[in-house]
C-alpha cells in the first residue's frame, strides 16, 4: 500500500498509523508478518494507537493495540 505522504516503504509510526487506519486485508496481513519478523514494530503498533484510546471509535486501532499486546504474551 502506497501511504499518503510518505515517499518509502519503512514502517515509520506514520505508516502504520496508515496502514492501521485506511489499510485493507492485504495491508495489515503484511503488518502482522512485520511484527512476526521483528518484535519492534509491537512497538510502534502500541504507540500509534495509543493514541487513540480515548476514541471509541477508533475500532481499528483498538483491535491492534489489543493484537500488539496479546502477540508479546506466551501461549
Known sequence: MRHRHLNHSRLTLAAIDDIIGRGQWRDWADLRQAARRDPSVL???ERVCARYERDPHAQRHHFWRL???QS????
Open 67 to 69: 493484537y500488539a499486546g
Open 43 to 45: 512497538d510502534r503498533i
Open 72 to 75: 508479546r504474551t506466551p501461549s
